[in-house]
């Protein structure tokens, strides 16, 4: 047992003193119509919670992890049994994974495939015997210094074939394990410097990569939703899926959006100078909203902080984008979150997630208030009705033109616009928050 | 005359101590096989150099400006003397303008199409006797408080009707003057906050005014080349043409692509997180690279400055994207940038369009040599050779997938990949600099 | 009467549905043992409320307000009927202005004072009558195109001299208003470019200023408390008085920190790369907190945009600060706030301010329940108590050296860190909001 | 011989096309008065050139390095071996180290201090033997899972102890190796959040550290020059060394600016928000500008990246305030920057210091023209010389109060301010490039 403080992590109420306690995450308590589970299928990200070590640029590996051993697999082992532990004491019913969080990766590719097999099996059999899915997996083609160029955009077409080979195993073990949905994340489709970039080049071949997923999707008739994870920069100076509205033009142009979602992090949104709200939004507008990686940033820091989702503001507004999209579909709230490297110990990685779904679930609240009350509706529907009779109507039927429309503005002489009276909806947005 | 210090302002070479002397831009100097004025069309942005007035948003107006009058027609007509002086004196072949700049608003819409009509006669007069030419005008829709939760996205449909009119006579100005591009920049296109706005609703009334445009446009028959100039923010919080790459996603969804190109401005990309080069290249990766917003921006800054472009390394970076585009088509550079407070003398005019002209000037024989000397192609040649045969080949020619990639990344042992010297590079890259 | 919907604003509960109602503002309530408003000692900023237009760098005023009229000095003696008038109704008991807010400049400088005699002699009228308080005022020397180049900092002396009329006129008024503090914010004092300046000449000529304020006010008999506001960037591209802490360097070179404390604003702090409560904890330990501009800005925008503070998290921690201050002395807390260009009615100066104290009225009931919980005390206690005794208890009281450390650190074998738990803490944090 | 491919890298002028040769660095070059070498005490950071791997945050070690062995302590004996070839072949005079770079920590405190011996012996033995200095060493007080809250600032009175005992170490070794200067940078001194920080408790004791250093190096008779070195965050989320002016505050208020100066750092400048020719000047102009980590970041990027210095303005204006301040006195210009991900070869250590060595001999060229044509000292003496006489005069001579300047001002009528020209002076700047 690996966390041996704590059996279950139990809702007991906001007043509980027990650190171990959700006080706000009530999982079957009916929310807008079904359980708070249902609106937040919670997955817990293996990379920062079982193979994160605390290290940053300037301190070397912190976190006490008692699953660590000298070799390598039994590590590997052993994190799944400290996983699933985790999983079910926080009742989290998802997990997502890079092939490298689950297996070493040994000598050669062969030997790291072999090397997933065995430890997805592990998995596999834990699933089974507890329930818990699979939100999302994906290839780690970022870290091995075979990428320091790129993967499917590396100058270097045997690296293009490493990645290919990467990405069809980790389909195989989207199959295996019913994954949900599979994600690509471009750590290193970017550039460094454009001094020495095709980008076109590059991208062009990145599509290549989508394509040959999908086929081979096809072809073993298993078909997760493909999601782009976007972000702006970081390793490289400039990430090639920047941000949702970068991503969906580079989609739109290789015929690709009915193929792929987009997987959106908070962190990633403002580092790209949005807020986490804007880029749901941008998302829904465009139809390919897939899911989130909760998180929150720091808006004074330039890096990617990956902290734990604490703020309800933020969160409050990120949900309520969820809800309006009638939810995320196969997709999920992955904690894509580390511990800070001064919460070292075991138990942080219990109290951090609890953090962040007392979060979740106190911004569900927020938001069914707010849908109740229909805060936002109203004001939108003030806003616009001018569009829903006379020259508001007109336009928004497309039987409107430039003629028209002069002719009507050079008879109308004044306009009234009105007071948007913003401070006084932030003033009451606060009276929202749980 | 308005400028009676400067007769003419020549090109007089490097050495030149006249502070009224091109050093750089020697305009039929033959350069990549035509004369730089062909590769460098400037503008003058008449709304900086004629109308602004030096305020900040802590000072009040302090420009010298000799053509003001107490009468606002009067001054306008002035500004029309002034500025082809100023044209004629600098050698620059075009100039830009909104609507508002060249006119008075007036009490009505109206009397205000009625000034427009005025001075642009006046102006053609002016075109017809020098020969200078309209490289784009465009409508003022964000200055008039009518405007201040938008235009084509404004909640009031009337305000929309206001725009479309707006519209429609800046297509007949253009059609009138024979402008060469039509830009639009939607300086309230955007939201304040995302608590109130319907984003989708907006931009879809935003594309609806486009395809009018289009329609009025083939009606006159007289098609500008449409020009959209992305901008992040300001004024508004979020501008929906944030940049290169999101206004690409929106022409994509509304099937514009065909209709519009883009006006590229080098703050508006540094605003964005972007590097002017990286915009340029984006635009010319889409093939929608039109027209060039000239000026500098400062990174420690986070508002739109609208410098005199006078850095070598980012003009060099920016002038070679435009030769590799094959120029800019019936697109410019025209100078969106604004003399200094501190700069507000009259000559100051001259100086800093000489300033701007002749880093240029620079940067485009910076271009020169760096093209002759195959610098940048030497490196991506050697970078993406991989490519040109064998597996990288097949990748590119569409013959793989992913299990035949696998196959063959089993089979490679181990990969190398070979250093960038990047740092070598930006060394040598110093040897250009003109 | 300039406010007629409203007679006055009162506080009438958290579940008031009236919009011109305080929900948490309830003046005379005991709170930490004394009434709200002796925490909250709320100004109205003259020139954001009174004066301002709405205009922004890309738009014409627009703000409705009703006590403009064609005469100057008419306008400025309605502004004081209106400004009382919403003093009163809101029940703010202070205010704060520049020279030119309050009196319009005229041709000369001469005529300038006199202005500023005859409407200071109506506010002083009306403070009697009325019992409300000048919190500070202070010399605009940043718009008026004289000071284009510096005030005090200028590179032409007869602009100091100017400045120094304007100081002494200041604190001429200060005295007759009995102004409880005197604020240089040093608007131009700064540089545009560090390739023209004498960045050292110029700091001493400002501290030539003070020194020359310091010796007036004494010759006067009139000593408000001087203070100093830090702005980072804006007009300027460097302002001198970047944050607390560049401030306090000066004031310390200068040997002025026991004449001086500083003004500190929030969206200042933010530009400057700070939180608020960063810059608040930076001058208390410095000791020179001296008073507040009460405001908010967007991280994601890189410009002063002094929005009405509606943010619970950061002001809950600001009053934090303030309270551990011991409250701010003869400062208070000024809305350094201006209603968005979209609020440009009337009555949103009143909605604005309410929202504003009743953000700071939550923030200071929840800084109540944080002081009886001592949740931060608590916090630092356990975290710092190695200092209590033993090596920790030696370190501070001067008794040990490096040689004694090193040789109880090489005996010590391993230490024991411990977690922070500051995910713990975040959460913990929400149940303190209000 | 750890770089086989090159014997000794030559000046052998701008048209070289040797790799390995300088291109304008001519150490015995005589520039205003002195040998390149003596204006560009250049030095070799011994962590990023000898030690790092290659690792970022994403991405797993990568540089290929042949002093690597499996054997520590054998690693850092071949690492001395290679850094003084490395030295010897690029004609580097200095080189700065960690503790921790030169010798493994080892298992106990006693153990890194034997490593620290053992190993600097040798260095001591290279010295000797081919005259390189030591321009400044270090310890290493932020990598170490034990300093993961600080160091002199840890909570932990312990933490305390060991910084002491690396810090006395750290002297032992200054006066052993005869280092011209001790550096303190603060890695893990600053917080990760105000929420459980007492600042100014944690401030006080680094002073009590800095106060030991200064004893303890009395004591011991060898006092190198004490530097500190500012950076505004990363690791932690505000670094209380932020930049120099924060830093000076800190100095003055434990009075002990006669005993410190700064190591500037142009990457920590930029995070800062400053340029890094203004964080020269804040120190130039408080007297304590004492050496220079030459290095650029990238102002689109929020994290330190510490590329090799490749452009010419911002090195330009850096050297120019060098010359200015009179040179660095004990201190020089230690390459603190690392070769890109992407330039994992053992020859991009040559080129990069190449490229880094050139710039700055570039640099120095530029500032010798600039200097020999009063570039900046005629713009200076032009725009300050009203304070050469009259009231200027008498103002710099501190014999004006405010009621003379009143006077003088209400008796002046209008002044007249001139244009900067600021738009010519920077296309100017561009013909002094080198």
Redo the contacts between chains.
Sequence with gaps: MYFPNVKKVDYKG?ESKD?FSFRFYDKERIVLGKPMKEHLKFAVAYWHTMVAD?T???????HIRDWNDEDAMKTAENRVEAAFELFEKLGVEYFCFHDVDVAPEGN???EF?ENVDHITDLIKTKMDETGIKLLWNTANM????????GSASA????????A??Q???G?DVSKKLKAENYVFWG??EGY?????T????E???IA?LFK??I??SEKIDYRPQFLIEPK????T??QYD??A??T???L??HDLMKDFKLNLEANHA??????F??EL??AR??GVLGSVDANQG???????ID??P????DTT?AVYEIIKNGGLGSGGINFDAK???????M??LL??H???M??YA?ALLAVEKLINDRF?DS??EE??K??ES???KM??E?S????K??E???N??D?E???????????R???Y?V
């Design positions: 906001k650190m605390g940053d640029p300037f301190g070397a590996p912190i050669t590719l062969e495939f970022f870290s091995n210094p075979r990428f320091v160029h100058p270097n077409a045997d690296i293009f074939a490493f290919a080979a990405v069809k195993k389909l750590g290193r460094e410097s454009l001094l020495n095709d980008m076109k080049f991208q062009d071949n290549r040959m997923a086929d081979y702006p920069m970081e390793p100076t400039h920047f941000d509205a970068t969906i033009a580079f739109q142009k403002t580092l790209a100078g949005h807020t709200e804007h939004r941008v507008d465009y720091n808006l004074l820091l330039g890096w990617d902290e734990f604490t703020n309800v503001y507004l511990v800070r490297r001064g919460s070292f110990e138990d942080d109290l951090a609890i953090a962040g007392d979060t106190r936002f004001i939108l806003r616009y001018s569009y006379g020259i508001g336009i928004i497309d409107m033109d430039l003629e429309l002069s009507y503005a050079l109308l002489g306009v616009n009105k007071s948007d009276h913003l401070e006084y909806i932030k003033s947005l606060n009276d928050l």
